[in-house]
Nanobody, 126 residues
Framework: QVHLVESGGGSVQAGGSLRLSCRAS????????MAWFRQAPGKEREGVAA???????DYAGSVKGRFIISKDNAKSTLDLQMNNLIPEDSALYYC????????????????????WGQGTPVTVSS
């Protein structure tokens, strides 16, 4: 496992934007799948966006066209640009990594990830 630290969460009005960032403790995650998940109070954790080890990207249908995931291997960071936010996006957002590289396509399946951050909160008001 590796240490992941998220930042960038906060409160914003509907229609606004936020950029989340996740910093990894190691630089070797450049070849690993990484993803963002979120969990709202009383709900199951769900996948939001992922960059797979093969470079492909996956997005949940609810965020497609509004969120953009990106990875900076030189800085060992994973970012999530969130635009046109809606109240339903409010949740605790987690960064995850398949540090064991068990698959090339971890995607939005949370069980394929072994390393998790502590989460950063996002609140969108109407």
């Amino acid at each position: 496992q590796v240490h992941l630290v998220e930042s960038g969460g906060g409160s914003v009005q509907a229609g606004g934007s936020l950029r989340l960032s996740c910093r990894a403790s190691v630089s070797t995650l450049s070849t690993a799948s990484m993803a963002w998940f979120r969990q709202a109070p009383g709900k199951e954790r769900e996948g939001v966006a992922a960059i797979n080890a093969d470079g492909t990207k996956d997005y949940a249908g609810s965020v497609k066209g509004r969120f953009i995931i990106s990875k900076d291997n030189a800085k060992s960071t994973l970012d999530l640009q969130m635009n046109n936010l809606i109240p339903e996006d409010s949740a605790l957002y987690y960064c995850a990594a398949d540090s064991l590289r068990r698959t090339m396509l971890a995607g939005l399946n949370q069980y394929r990830y072994d390393s998790w951050g502590q989460g950063t909160p996002v609140t969108v008001s109407s």
